[in-house]
C-alpha cells in the first residue's frame, strides 16, 4: 500500500544517507533544487542516529544502499544503468555495487524446491550442496540429478523475498511522489517513471520462469557462436520460484592469476567477449545486459561461458541500423553521416540545423580518436554522444542507455583481459559486417521482400481496406485533406505493386 504508513521506511532511508555521508552526494547528482535539498536535510538530520552504519570501506552511496538491503542494492544496480538520471560520476560508483548476501538455510532451500516442482527433493537430486552464492533475491546450489547422474545449478527465490522488495516499492513510490510535488522541476527525469521502471526489472527477476526464458532465448541465438555458451535450461525442473541450469566448469573472469595459470590466451579472450558483445546487440538485438567479471566464465577449453539471465537488454531492427550506422560514421569520421542518421530516425527534432549537429559531433569523436589506442573507448564515445543529442533536444532513450552502460562494463572486461587492447579495431570488422549485410541494397530487398509478404496475407482485404480508410479521411474533412487522402492511397497500392513485382524478382 502506497500510503502515509511508509513514512517511517523513508525517515530511516533518509537517516542512513546522512549517517553514510550520501545524502549531499545523492542530492548533488540528482541536482536537486535548493529547496528540496533542505527538506532532505531538516528531515533526515535529526534522526541521522537512527541511520544504519553501513561499512566505512565503501564509498557513500554504495555504503548506504548495501546496509538498507537487497532492495535498495538492487535499486542502485539499475539506477548504474540510467546516468540520465543519477549523473555519470554516481552511476559509476552504483557499478560497482555487490548483492553478495548471507545465504539462507539449505533446509529452507529444499522445501521451496519440494513446493515449487511439486516432488520429493530426493526424487529429483541424488545431492543437493550447501549454498555456493547468495545475492539479493537468490542463491545458487549445486547438484546432482538423480535419474541422469548430470551436475546441475539450482537457482531458489529468497523466502518471503515478493513480499520485501513490494514494500520497499511501495515506500519508493512515496518518495517519488513527493519529490514531484515539491520540485515540479523533477519532473523532467519522471521520477515514478523511473520507480515503475524499476519495479518492472524486479518482478521480472523475481519469476525465474522468465529468466529461464531469457536463458533458452540467449542460447539459441548464440548456438553458433564460436568461443561461447550459455548453460542449458532443464525446464522440468525449473518454475516460478526455482531455476536449473547445466553445471559449468571455469575459471571467472575477473581472475587473472588462475586464468594465467590455466595457460588461456587473455589477449585473445579480450577481444572475443567485445565482439561477441557487438554481435549479439547489432545481429540478435538481444544481449546480455549484465555482463560483468562475476557473470562470466572461462572454461577448460577457453570458451567464454555466460551467466545470470536476470537483466536482458532488447533493441529493434529499426534500431541497430541507425546504432550501427553512428558507430559506422565515428569509426569513418563521417560526421555529417552520423548526424544524418540521428535526424532520419526521428531522434533528432527536425527543425534543427544538421550542420550544427554534425559540428557538435566532430566535437564529441575527434578528442576520442586523439587518445592512445589503449585508452579510446566506445562507452565513453556514446556517453558524450547523449550528451550532445540532448542539448540538440533528443528525448531519452532507456534501451541505447542500457546499451550505452552495458558498452562501458564490457569494455572494463576487455581491459582487464588486455589492457592494449584497441577498441575501433576489434569492434570494425563486426560493425562493417553488419552494415554490408543490413544497410544498403541487399537490405533494401530483403525490407520489400518483408513487406511482400505482409500485403500478401492482407492483400483479400486491401481494397476494403483502402476504402474504409479514404471514407474515413473523407467525412467532414476540407478538400485539400481528401486529395492528400488519395495521393497517399495511391502511393500505398504503388508501394504494394512495387513490393510484389520484387519478391516475385526474389522468389
Same mark, same amino acid.
Request: aromatic share 8%; net charge neutral.
Given at each position: 500500500?502506497?500510503?502515509?504508513?511508509?513514512?517511517?521506511?523513508?525517515?530511516?532511508?533518509?537517516?542512513?544517507?546522512?549517517?553514510?555521508?550520501?545524502?549531499?552526494?545523492?542530492?548533488?547528482?540528482?541536482?536537486?533544487?535548493?529547496?528540496?535539498?533542505?527538506?532532505?536535510?531538516?528531515?533526515?538530520?535529526?534522526?541521522?542516529?537512527?541511520?544504519?552504519?553501513?561499512?566505512?570501506?565503501?564509498?557513500?552511496?554504495?555504503?548506504?544502499?548495501?546496509?538498507?538491503?537487497?532492495?535498495?542494492?538492487?535499486?542502485?544496480?539499475?539506477?548504474?544503468?540510467?546516468?540520465?538520471?543519477?549523473?555519470?560520476?554516481?552511476?559509476?560508483?552504483?557499478?560497482?555495487?555487490?548483492?553478495?548476501?548471507?545465504?539462507?538455510?539449505?533446509?529452507?532451500?529444499?522445501?521451496?524446491?519440494?513446493?515449487?516442482?511439486?516432488?520429493?527433493?530426493?526424487?529429483?537430486?541424488?545431492?543437493?550442496?550447501?549454498?555456493?552464492?547468495?545475492?539479493?533475491?537468490?542463491?545458487?546450489?549445486?547438484?546432482?540429478?538423480?535419474?541422469?547422474?548430470?551436475?546441475?545449478?539450482?537457482?531458489?527465490?529468497?523466502?518471503?523475498?515478493?513480499?520485501?522488495?513490494?514494500?520497499?516499492?511501495?515506500?519508493?513510490?512515496?518518495?517519488?511522489?513527493?519529490?514531484?510535488?515539491?520540485?515540479?522541476?523533477?519532473?523532467?527525469?519522471?521520477?515514478?517513471?523511473?520507480?515503475?521502471?524499476?519495479?518492472?526489472?524486479?518482478?521480472?527477476?523475481?519469476?525465474?520462469?522468465?529468466?529461464?526464458? $531469457?536463458? @533458452? *532465448?540467449?542460447?539459441?541465438?548464440?548456438?553458433?557462436? /564460436?568461443?561461447? %555458451? !550459455?548453460?542449458? =535450461? #532443464?525446464?522440468?525442473?525449473?518454475?516460478?520460484?526455482?531455476?536449473?541450469?547445466?553445471?559449468?566448469?571455469?575459471?571467472?573472469?575477473?581472475?587473472?592469476?588462475?586464468?594465467?595459470?590455466?595457460?588461456?590466451?587473455?589477449?585473445?579472450?579480450?577481444?572475443?567477449?567485445?565482439?561477441?558483445?557487438?554481435?549479439?546487440?547489432?545481429?540478435?538485438?538481444?544481449?546480455?545486459?549484465?555482463?560483468?567479471?562475476?557473470?562470466?566464465?572461462?572454461?577448460?577449453?577457453?570458451?567464454?561461458?555466460?551467466?545470470?539471465?536476470?537483466?536482458?537488454?532488447?533493441?529493434?531492427?529499426?534500431?541497430?541500423? $541507425?546504432? @550501427? *550506422?553512428?558507430?559506422?560514421?565515428?569509426?569513418?569520421? /563521417?560526421?555529417? %553521416? !552520423?548526424?544524418? =542518421? #540521428?535526424?532520419?530516425?526521428?531522434?533528432?527534432?527536425?527543425?534543427?540545423?544538421?550542420?550544427?549537429?554534425?559540428?557538435?559531433?566532430?566535437?564529441?569523436?575527434?578528442?576520442?580518436?586523439?587518445?592512445?589506442?589503449?585508452?579510446?573507448?566506445?562507452?565513453?564515445?556514446?556517453?558524450?554522444?547523449?550528451?550532445?543529442?540532448?542539448?540538440?533536444?533528443?528525448?531519452?532513450?532507456?534501451?541505447?542507455?542500457?546499451?550505452?552502460?552495458?558498452?562501458?562494463?564490457?569494455?572494463?572486461?576487455?581491459?582487464?583481459?588486455?589492457?592494449?587492447?584497441?577498441?575501433?579495431?576489434?569492434?570494425?570488422?563486426?560493425?562493417?559486417?553488419?552494415?554490408?549485410?543490413?544497410?544498403?541494397?541487399?537490405?533494401?530487398?530483403?525490407?520489400?521482400?518483408?513487406?511482400?509478404?505482409?500485403?500478401?496475407?492482407?492483400?483479400?482485404?486491401?481494397?476494403?481496406?483502402?476504402?474504409?480508410?479514404?471514407?474515413?479521411?473523407?467525412?467532414?474533412?476540407?478538400?485539400?485533406?481528401?486529395?492528400?487522402?488519395?495521393?497517399?492511397?495511391?502511393?500505398?497500392?504503388?508501394?504494394?505493386?512495387?513490393?510484389?513485382?520484387?519478391?516475385?524478382?526474389?522468389?
Amino acid at each position: 500500500m502506497r500510503g502515509p504508513h511508509n513514512i517511517w521506511r523513508l525517515v530511516r532511508t533518509g537517516a542512513t544517507l546522512e549517517r553514510t555521508g550520501a545524502m549531499g552526494q545523492v542530492l548533488e547528482a540528482m541536482e536537486a533544487p535548493t529547496h528540496l535539498r533542505l527538506i532532505a536535510r531538516i528531515l533526515g538530520w535529526p534522526f541521522k542516529w537512527l541511520g544504519l552504519k553501513g561499512d566505512p570501506e565503501l564509498p557513500p552511496a554504495t555504503r548506504a544502499l548495501t546496509a538498507l538491503g537487497p532492495a535498495y542494492i538492487k535499486f542502485g544496480q539499475i539506477m548504474s544503468t540510467r546516468p540520465d538520471v543519477v549523473g555519470d560520476e554516481l552511476a559509476m560508483q552504483l557499478r560497482v555495487l555487490q548483492d553478495k548476501l548471507p545465504p539462507f538455510p539449505r533446509a529452507q532451500a529444499l522445501r521451496a524446491v519440494r513446493d515449487e516442482l511439486q516432488m520429493p527433493v530426493d526424487e529429483l537430486f541424488s545431492e543437493f550442496s550447501e549454498p555456493i552464492a547468495a545475492a539479493s533475491i537468490a542463491q545458487v546450489h549445486r547438484a546432482r540429478l538423480a535419474t541422469t547422474g548430470e551436475e546441475v545449478a539450482v537457482k531458489v527465490l529468497r523466502p518471503g523475498i515478493e513480499k520485501a522488495f513490494q514494500t520497499d516499492i511501495d515506500a519508493f513510490y512515496l518518495a517519488a511522489w513527493m519529490v514531484e510535488t515539491l520540485s515540479p522541476s523533477s519532473r523532467r527525469l519522471r521520477p515514478q517513471g523511473v520507480i515503475q521502471h524499476f519495479e518492472s526489472v524486479v518482478h521480472a527477476e523475481l519469476d525465474l520462469r522468465l529468466e529461464s526464458s $531469457a536463458a @533458452a *532465448e540467449f542460447a539459441s541465438n548464440t548456438a553458433k557462436d /564460436d568461443g561461447f %555458451r !550459455v548453460p542449458s =535450461v #532443464h525446464w522440468f525442473m525449473s518454475g516460478r520460484r526455482v531455476m536449473t541450469l547445466g553445471w559449468v566448469e571455469g575459471v571467472p573472469a575477473g581472475d587473472i592469476a588462475a586464468l594465467d595459470a590455466a595457460g588461456h590466451d587473455r589477449a585473445a579472450l579480450g577481444e572475443r567477449v567485445l565482439r561477441l558483445f557487438l554481435s549479439h546487440a547489432l545481429r540478435d538485438g538481444y544481449f546480455h545486459a549484465d555482463m560483468h567479471q562475476g557473470n562470466l566464465k572461462i572454461g577448460p577449453d577457453g570458451d567464454i561461458i555466460a551467466l545470470d539471465f536476470g537483466i536482458m537488454g532488447r533493441i529493434d531492427e529499426y534500431t541497430r541500423r $541507425a546504432y @550501427a *550506422e553512428i558507430l559506422f560514421g565515428f569509426i569513418r569520421k /563521417d560526421y555529417r %553521416r !552520423v548526424a544524418e =542518421v #540521428h535526424f532520419e530516425a526521428g531522434y533528432v527534432p527536425p527543425d534543427r540545423d544538421v550542420d550544427e549537429f554534425a559540428q557538435a559531433l566532430r566535437s564529441v569523436g575527434e578528442p576520442i580518436f586523439g587518445m592512445d589506442a589503449s585508452r579510446i573507448s566506445m562507452g565513453k564515445l556514446l556517453a558524450y554522444l547523449f550528451e550532445v543529442t540532448e542539448r540538440f533536444g533528443m528525448e531519452t532513450r532507456t534501451e541505447l542507455i542500457l546499451l550505452q552502460r552495458t558498452m562501458v562494463v564490457v569494455e572494463g572486461v576487455a581491459r582487464s583481459l588486455n589492457p592494449q587492447i584497441n577498441i575501433w579495431r576489434v569492434a570494425r570488422p563486426v560493425v562493417e559486417d553488419y552494415i554490408r549485410d543490413n544497410v544498403g541494397p541487399r537490405a533494401l530487398a530483403g525490407d520489400l521482400l518483408k513487406t511482400a509478404r505482409v500485403l500478401a496475407r492482407f492483400g483479400p482485404r486491401l481494397p476494403q481496406l483502402t476504402e474504409a480508410a479514404l471514407l474515413q479521411q473523407g467525412r467532414g474533412e476540407p478538400q485539400p485533406r481528401r486529395r492528400a487522402s488519395s495521393e497517399a492511397a495511391a502511393w500505398f497500392v504503388a508501394g504494394a505493386a512495387l513490393a510484389g513485382l520484387v519478391a516475385a524478382i526474389l522468389a
